[in-house]
């Protein structure tokens, strides 16, 4: 079956301007596409604001074909930041894991072995060799640690700016606030975008709007399945420079970015404030985290808190990415993921082949939308 438009030449209308968004256009536009993207809040107002950033294929990234996939998405960074010059910067520093003694040794020892065996750069590592890569990190007793080499971790927002300058300069359309509240559907395709009264028409639309392509999904017929996942994240003010990696200890994560900044991770509180949407205060929450972090990074002791973020992941219910054209309404492309971040620069590289030139990516055919409908 074609999927594509036979219209490459009309508008593409890219729905969303998180980072999938962004960065779908912007290969499309590199192709020299005419494309316009529209974003109901402002470019990177969903989870691509409150999104941790770390570039990885680490071990949450299994079967074989979804590591090749995650793997070629840290490659995909590397020849975006060529790309775009000096306008980004990723922090290529690797990640430094460890479990606590007693706690998953042997799980973490395991997955470091089978992503050597695909060829992964990871390796276990002793205290030595924490101390050596983050000499301010106290990592206390641990069972087993391992270090992978060439991850990295980038501010989200920075590259969606970045994507977002390249795109106007290709003369580009970027609206905002302006949120799809329908598509105008025409024998089986969609030809048009609605924001309200408005509507925008299209060869082909991209729905790369997050957690609500299901909404808009379900006006084409195409089921699309998120569930709900939120993370929270804690932001310092800038720092003297304590860390240079991405640090994953047993109960949070942390990094610092370039411009001092340290963000931490922790678990989800139950309680008020933590509904979608909402950050939890930031006091007490915050407090707790920073804490917690203190123990791993001394240097955050006394430390304030600066922001907290609470963003709602988009999901897919079986945790893998929903990628292409949908087969019940053949212009219109979807792209929901987590992991987005790690992923964007390389589906957008795909997708501006799926949309332009009818290609069907094979390693993109394990996460087409159809497997969710019935
Ligand atoms: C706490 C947290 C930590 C994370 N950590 C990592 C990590 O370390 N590494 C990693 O790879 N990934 C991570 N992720 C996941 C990653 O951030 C997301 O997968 C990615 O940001 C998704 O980007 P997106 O562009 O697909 O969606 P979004 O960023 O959600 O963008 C969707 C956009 O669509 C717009 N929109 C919504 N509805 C409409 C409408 N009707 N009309 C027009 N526009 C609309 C929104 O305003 C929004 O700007 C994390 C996520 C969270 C929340």
Redesign the pocket.
């Known amino acids: 079956m074609c999927y594509q438009s036979s219209m490459t030449t009309d508008r593409i209308v890219v729905?969303?301007?998180?980072?999938?968004?962004?960065s779908i256009a912007y290969h499309l536009a590199k192709r020299g596409a005419k494309v316009a993207m529209?974003?109901?809040?402002?470019?990177?107002?969903?989870?691509?604001?409150?999104?941790?950033?770390?570039?990885?294929a680490t071990f949450s990234k299994h079967p074989r074909a979804y590591f090749d996939l995650n793997q070629l998405?840290i490659a995909g960074w590397r020849r975006l930041e060529t790309e775009l010059g000096g306008e980004l910067k990723v922090q290529w520093g690797g990640s430094v894991a460890w479990v606590a003694a007693g706690g998953g040794a042997d799980a973490l020892r395991d997955s470091v072995r089978r992503h050597q065996e695909w060829g992964y750069a990871t390796h276990l590592i002793d205290g030595d060799e924490i101390h050596r890569l983050l000499p301010n990190i106290a990592p206390g007793d641990f069972g087993a640690a391992c270090y992978s080499e060439y991850e990295g971790?980038v501010d989200?927002m920075d590259a969606v700016k970045a994507m977002l300058r390249q795109l106007r300069e290709a003369g580009a359309e970027v609206r905002?606030p302006?949120?799809?509240?329908g598509l105008k559907l025409e024998r089986g395709r969609v030809t048009a975008i609605q924001?309200g009264e408005s509507s925008l028409e299209a060869g082909v639309v991209v729905l790369?709007?997050?957690?609500?392509i299901p909404?808009?999904a379900e006006m084409a017929g195409v089921s699309v399945a998120l569930k709900e996942?939120?993370?929270?994240?804690v932001h310092t003010r800038p720092q003297p420079k304590l860390i240079d990696r991405v640090v994953l200890a047993p109960d949070i994560h942390c990094k610092q970015k370039l411009d001092g900044r340290v963000v931490v991770?922790g678990p989800v509180v139950a309680g008020p404030g933590t509904a979608a949407g909402t950050p939890p205060e930031p006091g007490e929450y915050g407090k707790r985290i920073l804490t917690e972090a203190a123990q791993v990074l001394p240097g955050l002791r006394g430390v304030g808190v600066e922001r907290i973020?609470?963003?709602?992941?988009?999901m897919p219910v079986d945790e893998y990415p929903i990628v292409g054209f949908a087969a019940s309404c053949p212009n219109l492309y979807i792209?929901?993921?987590?992991?987005?971040?790690?992923?964007?620069p390389l589906i957008g590289q795909l997708a501006a082949l799926e949309i332009l030139d009818e290609a069907r990516v094979g390693l993109l055919e394990p996460y087409r939308p159809a497997r969710f409908m019935d």
């Open positions: 729905v969303g301007a998180g980072i999938t968004g962004a529209v974003d109901a809040v402002r470019p990177g107002a969903g989870a691509t604001e409150k999104s941790f950033g770390w570039i990885n998405g971790a989200a905002y302006h949120e799809v509240t924001a790369a709007c997050g957690v609500a909404r808009l996942s939120e993370g929270v994240l991770g973020t609470l963003g709602r992941r988009v792209a929901a993921m987590h992991s987005g971040v790690t992923l964007a």
